[in-house]
């Protein structure tokens, strides 16, 4: 495994993947807010072969008991929410990828404060600097792409196209743009999707994240 993988996953999860099964770990990272500002108090990342689940560290015996009950997480997570406090919340699930490679796409955009006049409002919760792509002829915003600072060790990106400009193969040139930045910065470069949304899996693979058959899950904001 990739060493800035494990390391991620043991800073923003606060453990390591085991050799099998689930493990289910209390984490003081569940009860400080994320990357932006607020609550994940349930995130895990599973391989083909083992997993890891985060709670808060008051939840961790209830939630590991009930998972020896119902091994399996796609019945157990909905239950999730409510056994770490946060009975409001939903549940996801998503496909996770990550690349030390990404795909040699040329650069569609220009790196700007996620505050910087047009850039769209969507993108301003990311701070720091985002990526965006403008009509060279107007100004007009066309796609963009945040960077979710979970750690040191690992990065994750969100992108959007305009309606008007989709089709047109920009997401995965920005995506794989803002991946080689992550990595020239010492991060490791995730991307994450619902798993039937067949677009972002194709931005994804044409960016060069492939999909290894991993899974992130968790609880969603408050419905």
């Known amino acids: 495994m990739e060493r800035l993988l494990v390391e991620h996953l043991s800073h923003w999860l606060g453990g390591r993947l085991p ?3 689930l493990d289910v770990i209390g984490a003081p990272q569940r009860e400080k807010p994320g990357w932006d500002g607020r609550m994940h108090p349930a995130l895990g990342v599973s391989s083909p072969e083992a997993g890891v689940l985060s709670v808060p560290p008051h939840a961790a015996v209830a939630v590991a008991e009930r998972h020896a009950e119902d091994k399996d997480l796609a019945v157990l997570g909905p239950q999730i929410p409510a056994l770490v406090g946060f009975p409001e919340r939903g549940w996801f699930t998503a496909v996770y990828r990550w690349t030390t490679d ?4 040329p650069d569609a955009g220009a790196w700007v404060p996620a505050d ?3 850039v769209p409002e969507w993108l301003w919760p990311f701070g720091g600097e985002v990526l965006v792509a403008t ?3 107007t100004g007009r915003h066309l796609a963009g792409v945040g960077v979710k600072r979970h750690d040191a060790y690992g990065h994750e990106l969100a992108v959007v196209t305009a309606p008007e400009a989709r089709g047109q193969g920009l997401a995965r040139r920005l995506v794989a743009q803002a991946a080689r930045r992550v990595l020239d910065e010492g991060a490791l470069p995730t991307y994450m999707h619902a798993p039937d949304n067949r677009a972002s899996a194709a931005v ?3 960016a060069g994240f492939h999909d290894l058959g991993w899974l992130a899950y968790g609880t969603t904001e408050a419905r």
Not at 102 to 105: D, E, I, S, T, V
Request: negative net charge.
């Open 116 to 118: 910087a006049p047009g």
């Open 19 to 21: 050799a099998s099964g």
């Open 204 to 206: 994804a693979e044409a």
């Open 135 to 137: 009509d060279p002829a």
């Open 102 to 105: 990404p795909a040699p796409l």
